[in-house]
Structures are given as C-alpha cells and as structure tokens.
C-alpha cells in the first residue's frame, strides 16, 4: 500500500526525540512538551468534525525562508503552536520546498498536534504522487491531515483531473489509504473556476481569498454561497492582500506586482483585516507571518476581539474602494 511505502523511510527522521535546528534553539518531544491552554478561537471545519483555529500559521512569507543563524522559521512554528494554533498550511512550491522543510522540525517531535495542510500543483495522478511522497519527506510525517490542489486556474482543463491518470484519482487513492484525511481545493485566480471545481467535485475544503477590496468581492458573491451549500470547510487567504501584506497598514503599499496580489486602495490595521474574514461563515484564515511580533499582533487580533460585525465590514469595504 502506498502509505507503508513511508513509514519505514521516515521512521529515523522522526525517532528522535529531540530536534536542534542551531545553537541555543530546541523543539522538545510530544511526550515532554506540557500542554498549553487553548486560548485561540475554534470553529468546526465543515463537516470534517475537526476543531481548527481560527488563525492558521501560512507557510509562505517567513515560513518559506531558509534558516540563519539569527532565526530558524521553524521558531516561529514553535511559537504559533504554543499560542493555540493547531493548523499549519504549507506547500511544496513555497520556497522550493523550505517552507515545508521548515516545518517538519516542529512537525518530528509535535506531530500529533497540528491539523497539517500542503498541496499538490499537478494535474496527473501520478504527479501528485510524486509531489505528496516528496512532501511527507520534507514534512517529517507518513499523513497530512488535508491535502488540496493548488491554485485552480481560469483555464483549467477539468475533464483532465477527473481521467484515469488525473489528479482526482491520486487524491482519492491517497484519502483511501489514509495517508491524507480530507482532500480540497485553492485558488485565487478566477472565482468562476474555483466554483467549477467545487460543483464537479467532492471536495471536504475549499481554501480562496477574501478582503474587502472590490477585485476580491466575486468570491464572497459566488464561491463563499456554494460552498456553504455544499457544507464545505471554507478557509480565507490573502487576508492582506498576499505577497508583501499591502491592505495592512505599516507594510509597503504596492505589492509585489503579481496579478494574484492586491495593491492597496486604502489600508487597515492587520488586526481589522484579520477580524473582517472572521466576521464572515467561514472556518479559518491562513495568514502568513513574518516575525514574532506579527504573530503577536495576529493572535491578539483572535483571541482579544469579536469578529467585525456585517455592518463594520461594509464600512471597511467602502473605505477599500
């Protein structure tokens, strides 16, 4: 079975029972760590069952950076864990790799708890094998808890993910097997597609961008409705805007000029931006962090304030325009 095929190759990763990642930091073992009290929000993850925090640890920005001897990306994992979140999200093209390399330090010794995320950019069954095997290496674990395929496209060819050598076909091997627990779908691309994917597809997540700028407003008129329909997990992203977080305030205000990265009208505090998402059904917000003190800043924003009310994200959404 594909699983086992893992569980020996990973077994002398994941052995020890502590990790070092350089001089002076250590992430103790599961069976050391004393548990922390809860204090971040959670919600129900559409019919999956499972409680995830509100606020998700993205694996892009510091996440997907290579360690230095000032700062291991993997500390700030530590850090978010021992916060309250409980769900990391990540993906084999953030930093070629680094970001889930960075996260399977934490993920060796505190594996059992994390709600554990990545992707998979191909379309081919035997791609995303391929992918996912490269990933539980990287990860340091033998399951993902979801795994999703990445960034559905405004011109993607459907009818090709669902043949015999499609993607769909790996994912539903890969659930059978239980190497991963749910299967879902991102993108950011075209709302109109992402709402393609999730009527042809049974998908338990759907992960899609949410802010209160206009370019952004079609996927809460039409993905956030379906899939609600649909009772899916629904998880926000680009809660800043993406790339250089350009819609929160003290952050450079043009992004990095990709298409799939918003450039701010106006600004807003993180911590209103964050409480906008919240205020909409959704489960979640992955938002990636850049430092300690945007984690800081982030978990305040969950744990120590309600969500927006509809009628203070209106309010917002017209100061965006």
Same mark, same amino acid.
């Not at 530590?78 to 996260?103: C, K």
């Not at 035997?126 to 993902?144: F, H, M, P």
């Not at 929160?248 to 807003?268: F, L, M, T, V």
């Given at each position: 079975?594909?699983? @086992?095929?893992?569980?020996?190759?990973?077994?002398?990763?994941?052995?020890?029972?502590?990790?070092?990642?350089?001089?002076?930091?250590?992430?103790?073992?599961?069976? +050391?760590?004393?548990?922390?009290?809860? %204090?971040?929000?959670?919600?129900?993850?559409?019919?999956?069952?499972?409680?995830?925090?509100?606020l998700i640890l993205?694996?892009?920005? *510091?996440?997907?950076?290579?360690?230095?001897?000032?700062?291991?990306?993997?500390?700030?994992?530590?850090?978010?864990?021992?916060?309250?979140?409980?769900?990391?999200? %990540? *993906?084999?093209?953030?930093?070629?790799?680094?970001?889930?390399?960075?996260?399977?330090?934490?993920?060796?010794t505190r594996r059992?708890?994390?709600?554990?995320?990545?992707?998979?950019?191909?379309?081919?069954?035997?791609?995303?094998?391929?992918?996912?095997?490269?990933?539980?290496?990287?990860?340091?674990?033998?399951?993902?808890?979801?795994?999703?395929?990445?960034?559905?496209? *405004?011109?993607?060819?459907?009818?090709?993910?669902?043949?015999?050598?499609?993607?769909?076909?790996?994912?539903?091997?890969?659930?059978?097997?239980?190497?991963?627990?749910?299967i879902g779908v991102?993108?950011?691309?075209?709302?109109?597609?992402?709402? @393609?994917?999730?009527?042809?597809?049974?998908?338990?997540?759907?992960?899609? %961008?949410?802010?209160?700028?206009?370019?952004?407003?079609?996927?809460?008129?039409?993905?956030?409705?379906?899939?609600?329909?649909?009772?899916?997990?629904?998880?926000?992203?680009?809660?800043?805007?993406?790339?250089?977080?350009?819609?929160?305030?003290?952050?450079?205000?043009?992004?990095?000029?990709?298409?799939?990265?918003?450039?701010?009208?106006? +600004?807003?505090?993180?911590?209103?931006?964050?409480?906008?998402?919240?205020?909409?059904?959704?489960?979640?917000?992955?938002?990636?962090?850049?430092?300690?003190?945007?984690?800081?800043?982030?978990?305040?924003?969950?744990?120590?304030?309600?969500?927006?009310?509809?009628?203070?994200?209106?309010?917002?959404?017209?100061?965006?325009?």
């Amino acid at each position: 079975m594909y699983r @086992r095929e893992f569980l020996g190759t990973l077994a002398a990763a994941v052995a020890a029972g502590t990790t070092r990642l350089h001089a002076g930091f250590e992430i103790k073992s599961e069976q +050391q760590q004393k548990p922390e009290k809860q %204090t971040i929000p959670r919600r129900i993850l559409g019919e999956t069952g499972v409680k995830v925090s509100v606020l998700i640890l993205g694996g892009f920005v *510091a996440m997907k950076e290579a360690p230095t001897a000032k700062f291991h990306p993997a500390e700030l994992a530590v850090a978010a864990l021992d916060a309250g979140i409980n769900y990391f999200d %990540t *993906a084999p093209s953030y930093g070629g790799g680094q970001s889930e390399s960075n996260f399977g330090e934490v993920l060796a010794t505190r594996r059992k708890e994390v709600f554990l995320a990545t992707k998979t950019g191909n379309r081919s069954y035997d791609g995303a094998l391929r992918d996912v095997e490269a990933s539980l290496k990287r990860l340091r674990t033998d399951r993902l808890d979801l795994l999703q395929i990445h960034g559905v496209g *405004a011109g993607e060819d459907f009818a090709k993910w669902d043949r015999p050598d499609g993607v769909i076909k790996a994912l539903h091997k890969l659930r059978d097997e239980k190497v991963t627990r749910f299967i879902g779908v991102t993108g950011h691309d075209s709302a109109e597609s992402v709402c @393609r994917a999730i009527e042809l597809f049974d998908f338990d997540t759907v992960l899609t %961008t949410f802010n209160p700028t206009v370019k952004r407003r079609p996927y809460q008129q039409l993905v956030l409705p379906l899939a609600r329909k649909k009772k899916m997990g629904i998880l926000a992203m680009k809660v800043m805007g993406g790339g250089l977080g350009s819609l929160a305030s003290g952050n450079p205000i043009k992004n990095d000029g990709a298409s799939n990265h918003d450039d701010a009208p106006h +600004q807003a505090e993180a911590k209103v931006l964050i409480r906008y998402v919240l205020g909409l059904p959704i489960s979640a917000a992955v938002v990636g962090m850049g430092s300690f003190e945007h984690l800081r800043i982030n978990v305040s924003a969950v744990r120590d304030a309600k969500p927006l009310s509809e009628e203070q994200r209106k309010t917002l959404e017209k100061q965006m325009l």
